[in-house]
């Protein structure tokens, strides 16, 4: 079983940044691709960020491309979420996921995750 534990979210004005964590344990981190989802109120949870394995490859959503940058340490066990330039609506519960599956480099599903955190809340305010 793989425990999978979020930090970092938190009360930002819009423009700003916030950097969210996530800590993997009771499993083996490297082969592992890792994702970042959210999910405001009312709505489905939506894909934000996903990284391979070994980090070569990274996937992210369109809404928030070239101002969130996921990336990985391995020898850490963690996965990071870097966001800048926030907007009110990236407003949500942020969740850490874990493929355990081996068998996608940076999948964009939630269907295809296994292992999920509890969410940490990011909130932008105008």
């Known amino acids: 079983q793989v425990q999978v534990v979020e930090s970092g979210g938190g009360l930002v004005q819009a423009g700003g940044s916030l950097r969210l964590s996530c800590a993997a344990s009771?499993?083996?981190?490297?082969?592992?691709?890792m994702g970042w989802f959210r999910q405001a109120p009312g709505k489905e949870r939506e894909f934000v960020a996903a990284?391979?394995?070994?980090?070569?490859?990274?996937r992210y959503a369109n809404s928030v491309k070239g101002r969130f940058t996921i990336s990985r340490d391995n020898a850490q066990n963690t996965v990071s979420l870097q966001m800048n330039s926030l907007k009110p609506e990236d407003t949500a519960v942020y969740y850490c996921?874990?493929?355990?599956?081996?068998?996608?480099?940076?999948?964009?599903?939630?269907?295809?995750?296994?292992?999920w955190g509890q969410g940490t809340q990011v909130t932008v305010s105008t």
């Open positions: 990284i391979s394995r070994s980090g070569g490859i990274t």
């Open positions: 009771g499993g083996i981190f490297s082969v592992y691709a």
């Open positions: 996921a874990v493929d355990a599956s081996t068998l996608y480099s940076a999948a964009n599903a939630p269907g295809l995750y296994d292992y």
